[in-house]
């Protein structure tokens, strides 16, 4: 009988890379990362996190890149 294989992650990781994975507005990944909208476009001029488009006038960013540890 074949074992099944263990991955080490319980059923609600993957859920919460889902949830990391959204894309939110530019207002909300601000808040995330305790910076304002303006802090944010500054990084991502910088290069130091990906702000998405979405459409001609709307921008975002993933929870997980506004999360993003980007200090060092």
Known sequence: ???????????????????????????????????SVDTLKREAKRGTITIIELSAKRRGI?????LKDTTG
């Open 1 to 35: 009988m074949a074992r099944p294989e263990v991955t080490g992650k319980a059923p609600a990781d993957a859920e919460h890379e889902r949830w990391l994975d959204e894309i939110v507005g530019l207002p909300e990944g601000a808040f995330l990362r305790k910076v």
């Open 62 to 66: 993933t929870r997980r890149e506004a």
